[in-house]
Structures are given as C-alpha cells and as structure tokens.
C-alpha cells in the first residue's frame, strides 16, 4: 500500500483565492482525520470521518472551511476564500476501527499570501 | 485544548545515550499512543499503550504508563543521529469515543552525533 497520499504538496495562493486539498486514504481503513499544524497552535484537529460521515467538525475554524468524503478512497478540505492566518501544513491521516494507530500523509504546505 | 502535555519541550543528547520523553494527561483512557514527526514529514505510529498495560516494548523504545498518574513516559535507548525528531503523545479525547485523538505539543529530540 503507498500509504496516506496527500496532494499537492506545496501550495502557495493569494488571499481570497479558494483552495482545495486532496486526501487519498489506505484502502480498508474507515476513518479519516484532517489535521493542521502550526508553530503556535501545534496540531489541531478540524474534522474526522467514520465511513464517510462527517462525526465532529467542531475543529472547523470558520464557515470557509469544508470537508467532504463523497466515498471511502477520497476525501477534500477546501477554504474559501483564503486568508493568510490560513497558513500552515494541513494533514490528512486514517485509521482502522478508531484510535488504534493512524497513518499519516506527508501533509500540504498551505501558504497563502 | 491540548490533553496531552510533553516534558521536555527540546531534549539534546548525545549519540548512544538515553532519552526520556514525559507526557502527562487530564481525562480518562483507553490508550495512550506515541508518534515521531521528522522535519517537513507526516507523523509516524510508534506504540500504542492499553490503559491495563504498565509497560511496552518496541526494539529500543520502551513506553510506561502510570494511569493513577496519569502520565506516560517514552524512552528511547542508545539514541542515533536518525532519532532526531519530534515525538507527540496522544490521547483519546472521551474515554471509548472512537476514532478521535488529541496530541500534545511535542518534545523536539537532537541528537547529536
């Protein structure tokens, strides 16, 4: 298996601009977790899926951030518009059956300008 | 809000010398999970620890947990360069709530060769 695959990368965009990440999970896992990183902040968690169900948002910073998972091999996260506070590396991670051990992509470097 | 918390926040050693990691935590678990982040990479499973288990082992890792405590430490034995990384602690937010986990704010480990 390749692993959690993240796309793209690198992303650098001007504010107000609609950005949308792209999350592949490992096959047979059923849950998906979107996380962001920052320097001050650490990891947030912002949203996870069970089965491609949203289960809590509550991570969400804003109404210009949304998540969709329309099947169990791709999920996005999209924001717009986009800020520069925006900035930061987002990762998407999957598990089987809960918290028992997640695999993490290599994230997307969000930097918005 | 964080529910774990690391101690130290940075640890610089020696090649071949231990290193001992804290981690402490507020709510009730089932499991208490360890990870390492390399530089500009995703995070990366390291052991996982029932709340009924005192102790594991995993090659040159060796995790405790003190639940009456409610901390954890992870010690890594004769460090090698390749060690250099930070390592996070994680927790399930709510006690048998699946899938979700909280990470701590990491120790950043150097070793040096």
């Known amino acids: 298996d390749a692993g959690v695959i993240q796309s793209p990368r690198h992303e650098v965009t001007e504010m107000g601009q609609e950005v949308t990440l792209r999350c592949k999970p490992i096959?047979?896992?059923?849950?998906l977790f979107w996380y962001r990183q920052t320097m001050m902040r650490g990891l947030e968690l912002l949203i996870y899926?069970?089965?491609?169900?949203?289960?809590?948002d509550s991570g969400m910073p804003e109404d210009r951030f949304s998540a969709k998972m329309p099947n169990a091999s791709f999920s996005t996260l999209k924001i717009q518009p986009s800020e520069p506070r925006d900035s930061a590396v987002y990762f998407c991670?999957?598990?089987?059956?809960?918290?028992?051990?997640?695999?993490f992509g290599s994230g997307t470097r969000l930097t918005v300008v | 809000s964080q529910q774990g918390e690391e101690d130290p926040q940075a640890l610089s050693i020696q090649e071949g010398e231990n290193a001992t990691m804290n981690c402490s935590y507020k709510?009730?678990?089932?499991?208490l999970q360890w990870y390492r982040q390399n530089s500009g990479r995703g995070l990366v499973h390291l052991i996982l620890?029932?709340?009924?288990?005192r102790e594991k082992h995993s090659g040159r890792l060796r995790v405790t947990l003190d639940t009456s405590k409610k901390s954890s430490s992870l010690l890594i034995t004769a460090s090698r360069a390749a060690d250099t990384a930070s390592y996070f602690c994680?927790?399930?937010?709510?006690?048998?709530?699946?899938?979700?986990?909280?990470f701590g704010q990491g120790t950043e480990l150097s070793v040096k060769p």
């Open positions: 709510t009730s678990i089932n499991n």
């Open positions: 096959s047979g896992h059923d849950y």
């Open positions: 620890i029932r709340s009924n288990e």
């Open positions: 991670a999957s598990s089987f059956a809960g918290a028992a051990g997640y695999t």
């Open positions: 899926f069970n089965n491609n169900v949203p289960i809590d």
């Open positions: 994680a927790t399930p937010t709510i006690y048998n709530q699946g899938g979700k986990l909280i």
